[in-house]
């Protein structure tokens, strides 16, 4: 098998890494010793917490990921992705 990139670790970031990656067609090879999320990623909750962000780019990175995952929710089966909402 040809690949153009191996990621190591199927945590979150490794998982993010490999499908983004493989969605601009570059052949990817996701390698994880356990099973995916297992590690850390298998421990976060998961939350996207806007509250915490500071004005500026803080809070701009903050709702482009808010914003990727309703996104990634459309695009992936078994995504998962529940908004909660909130306000403070």
Known sequence: ???????VGGG?????TAY????RK???????????AWGASGRNPGY???HTRRAGLQ???G????RLADILAEELD???????GGMI
Do not use: H, K, N, Y
Not at 1 to 7: N, T
Not at 26 to 36: D, F, H, K, N, Y
Not at 78 to 83: A, I, T
């Open 59 to 61: 809070m701009e990175l």
């Open 78 to 84: 078994g995504f998962e992705f529940r908004p909660c």
């Open 48 to 50: 996207q917490w806007l």
């Open 26 to 36: 570059v052949r990817v090879l996701l390698i994880e010793a356990e099973t995916p």
């Open 12 to 16: 979150i970031v490794g998982a993010a």
């Open 63 to 66: 709702l482009a990921g808010r």
């Open 1 to 7: 098998m040809s690949v153009d990139v191996i990621v």
């Open 20 to 23: 983004f990656l493989a969605r």
